[in-house]
């Protein structure tokens, strides 16, 4: 890429004075506006009955001794032949009441831990991706360096909230301490709040234990580790998501319950039908969270959309996707449970026009929703197998946006201007008024890579597209990463730990 039009990009960016993107401080979300919701009470009591008629009748296929039996223990009906569990709505009713309406999810750094509940939105950056691609180097396997990375693109962004988990596979790293690389890497390089993989009862253990040289033995008084329980729709959770969920729980660590269902694939054709399955699904996992330890932290998920019935493919950024947030955010009000949808979602191959419009679909329902926990806020491409660094700044300027967007304006005798619109009177312009010359650099919201240029000084600069100033934008986002303090002896332990728990993994299979 020709240096000389990066000079004269960082020279036309240096005249527009700093972004919002760069500076803005790390604070919590709020929505000060009443959620969206689509459907009435009627409609919601409609899905509710609609789930406990599948609990009862239908059930949900549990492949795991353990939560067989505390099933069995607690008055469900178990299948042990095909591991189905047959619940009775009061039995998943009194356990989901006990879950807690809103917790503080503990960060590293005090100043950067998340309450998670009520009207507060909370962003975490992409999650599970196979492939890394970026303007320079293209689409490639995902190794620990793109890893690190990752990391720290999300530690110096300040409108995201949390950091780790799967940015990327470690595809240079043995599968049997890849949670070990992670979460190592986590520590040295972010002090955000951390999630990471619930996989299992190996791999939630080593975190654990990791987490508590960080934080010290109590751990469980505040979360710090959050992860994801993905069920696999239709109506069935397999073993390594139901070890992971049971540890996590006894260990007041968060999970974040989530059914992953396209309409007519994973369940019928119709929406509602699919909203009826994913609250089914979602509350037989909360109820069991609190079966094993009451009162755990737990997230309702949702990430719901319909497939493509030409090719069979998910479908996302969709307005049926855009409906079902929406409603499960009502649905988990109605619970008086923490609510967690995505962000970001698209098909793009790259970050293009298509990727901004679907990414668009999916945050603006998660926002006006009122979603706890937006996963997949910044960096998601190909459906979720690739996350692109270009995409990555773009998401997070739109999320900049949302910061400014949510914090209104005011009206008051000095933001009404009646002086200045008299001094102006018809005809003439407010350019050099003194109200305009006292706030012409804070009025509006300043973009980091919106191009608001004329035509011949963006051409002369490069004719540069937004996924190109993006590219720029990350490599200056690096460039200028400082990592966070951490305590030489508290580096020191988790060095012998993982060395320790690497000689031991080795080649061994965790989910057996």
């Given at each position: 890429?020709?240096?000389?039009h990066?000079?004269?990009?960082?020279r036309?960016?240096?005249?527009r004075?700093?972004?919002?993107?760069?500076?803005?401080p790390?604070?919590?979300?709020?929505?000060?506006m009443?959620?969206?919701?689509?459907l009435?009470e009627?409609?919601?009591?409609q899905?509710?009955?609609?789930?406990m008629?599948?609990?009862e009748?239908?059930g949900?296929?549990?492949?795991?001794?353990?939560t067989?039996?505390i099933?069995e223990?607690a008055?469900?009906?178990?299948?042990?032949?095909?591991?189905?569990?047959?619940m009775d709505r009061?039995?998943v009713?009194?356990a989901?009441?006990k879950?807690?309406?809103?917790?503080?999810?503990?960060?590293r750094?005090p100043?950067?831990?998340?309450?998670?509940g009520?009207?507060s939105?909370t962003l975490?950056?992409?999650?599970g991706?196979v492939?890394?691609s970026d303007?320079d180097?293209?689409?490639?396997r995902?190794?620990?360096k793109?890893?690190?990375?990752?990391?720290?693109?999300?530690?110096?962004c300040?409108?995201?909230h949390y950091?780790?988990g799967?940015?990327?596979?470690?595809?240079?790293v043995d599968s049997?301490?890849?949670?070990?690389?992670?979460l190592?890497t986590d520590?040295?390089l972010?002090?955000?709040?951390?999630i990471?993989?619930?996989?299992?009862?190996v791999?939630?253990?080593?975190?654990?234990?990791?987490a508590?040289?960080v934080?010290?033995?109590?751990?469980?008084s505040?979360?710090?580790l959050?992860g994801?329980?993905?069920v696999?729709?239709?109506?069935r959770?397999d073993g390594?998501?139901?070890g992971?969920?049971?540890?996590?729980?006894?260990?007041?660590?968060?999970n974040?319950?989530t059914?992953?269902?396209?309409?007519?694939?994973?369940?019928?054709?119709?929406?509602?039908?699919?909203?009826?399955?994913q609250?089914?699904e979602?509350?037989?996992?909360?109820?069991?969270t609190q079966?094993?330890?009451?009162g755990?932290?737990?997230?309702y998920?949702?990430?719901?959309?319909?497939?493509?019935m030409?090719?069979g493919?998910?479908?996302?950024?969709t307005?049926e996707?855009?409906?079902?947030l929406?409603v499960?955010?009502?649905?988990?009000?109605?619970?008086?449970l923490?609510?967690?949808?995505?962000?970001?979602?698209?098909?793009a191959?790259?970050?293009?026009?298509?990727?901004?419009?679907?990414?668009l679909?999916?945050?603006?329902?998660a926002?006006?929703?009122?979603?706890n926990?937006?996963l997949?806020?910044?960096g998601w491409l190909?459906?979720?197998?690739?996350?692109?660094?270009?995409k990555?700044?773009?998401?997070?300027?739109?999320?900049?946006?949302f910061?400014h967007f949510?914090?209104?304006?005011?009206?008051?005798?000095?933001?009404?201007?009646?002086?200045?619109i008299?001094?102006?009177g018809?005809?003439g312009?407010h350019f050099?008024?003194?109200?305009?010359?006292e706030?012409f650099?804070?009025?509006f919201?300043?973009?980091?890579?919106g191009?608001?240029?004329?035509?011949e000084v963006?051409?002369?600069?490069?004719?540069?597209?937004?996924?190109?100033r993006?590219?720029?934008?990350?490599?200056?986002?690096?460039?200028?990463?400082?990592p966070?303090?951490l305590d030489?002896?508290i580096?020191?332990?988790?060095e012998?730990?993982?060395?320790?728990r690497?000689?031991?993994?080795?080649g061994k299979?965790?989910?057996?």
């Amino acid at each position: 890429m020709d240096s000389s039009h990066i000079d004269r990009r960082s020279r036309l960016r240096q005249q527009r004075g700093d972004s919002p993107l760069l500076r803005l401080p790390f604070r919590q979300l709020r929505n000060p506006m009443k959620p969206v919701e689509i459907l009435d009470e009627e409609q919601i009591e409609q899905l509710h009955q609609a789930a406990m008629q599948i609990l009862e009748n239908t059930g949900i296929a549990m492949m795991d001794e353990e939560t067989l039996a505390i099933w069995e223990n607690a008055g469900a009906r178990v299948d042990k032949n095909n591991q189905r569990v047959r619940m009775d709505r009061g039995l998943v009713m009194e356990a989901v009441a006990k879950a807690p309406a809103s917790f503080t999810w503990r960060a590293r750094n005090p100043k950067l831990s998340n309450f998670v509940g009520e009207n507060s939105i909370t962003l975490a950056p992409h999650g599970g991706m196979v492939y890394v691609s970026d303007l320079d180097n293209g689409r490639r396997r995902g190794t620990l360096k793109e890893y690190e990375n990752l990391v720290r693109l999300s530690q110096a962004c300040n409108v995201i909230h949390y950091n780790g988990g799967e940015l990327v596979a470690l595809n240079d790293v043995d599968s049997s301490i890849r949670h070990l690389t992670r979460l190592y890497t986590d520590f040295l390089l972010t002090d955000k709040a951390l999630i990471e993989a619930a996989h299992g009862r190996v791999i939630p253990l080593d975190s654990f234990n990791m987490a508590k040289i960080v934080f010290g033995d109590d751990i469980s008084s505040t979360p710090v580790l959050g992860g994801v329980i993905n069920v696999s729709s239709p109506l069935r959770y397999d073993g390594r998501m139901l070890g992971g969920l049971l540890t996590y729980a006894r260990y007041g660590q968060v999970n974040i319950i989530t059914p992953f269902i396209l309409a007519g694939a994973m369940s019928p054709v119709t929406m509602a039908a699919a909203l009826a399955q994913q609250n089914a699904e979602v509350l037989a996992g909360i109820a069991l969270t609190q079966l094993a330890n009451p009162g755990a932290p737990v997230i309702y998920g949702g990430f719901t959309t319909n497939v493509d019935m030409k090719s069979g493919s998910p479908a996302f950024g969709t307005p049926e996707g855009a409906w079902a947030l929406l409603v499960g955010a009502q649905l988990a009000r109605r619970y008086k449970l923490p609510y967690r949808g995505s962000g970001g979602l698209n098909s793009a191959k790259t970050p293009d026009a298509q990727a901004a419009y679907e990414s668009l679909w999916t945050m603006w329902p998660a926002m006006l929703a009122h979603t706890n926990f937006i996963l997949h806020s910044a960096g998601w491409l190909e459906g979720g197998m690739t996350v692109s660094l270009e995409k990555y700044v773009i998401d997070a300027e739109m999320l900049a946006m949302f910061y400014h967007f949510m914090a209104g304006f005011e009206i008051n005798d000095e933001n009404l201007a009646l002086d200045s619109i008299d001094e102006v009177g018809p005809g003439g312009h407010h350019f050099g008024t003194a109200h305009t010359m006292e706030r012409f650099s804070t009025a509006f919201y300043q973009p980091t890579l919106g191009d608001n240029l004329g035509y011949e000084v963006w051409e002369s600069a490069g004719s540069w597209d937004a996924a190109r100033r993006a590219n720029a934008v990350w490599k200056e986002i690096l460039a200028n990463y400082e990592p966070p303090a951490l305590d030489a002896g508290i580096q020191e332990e988790l060095e012998a730990y993982v060395a320790r728990r690497t000689k031991e993994l080795a080649g061994k299979n965790l989910y057996e």
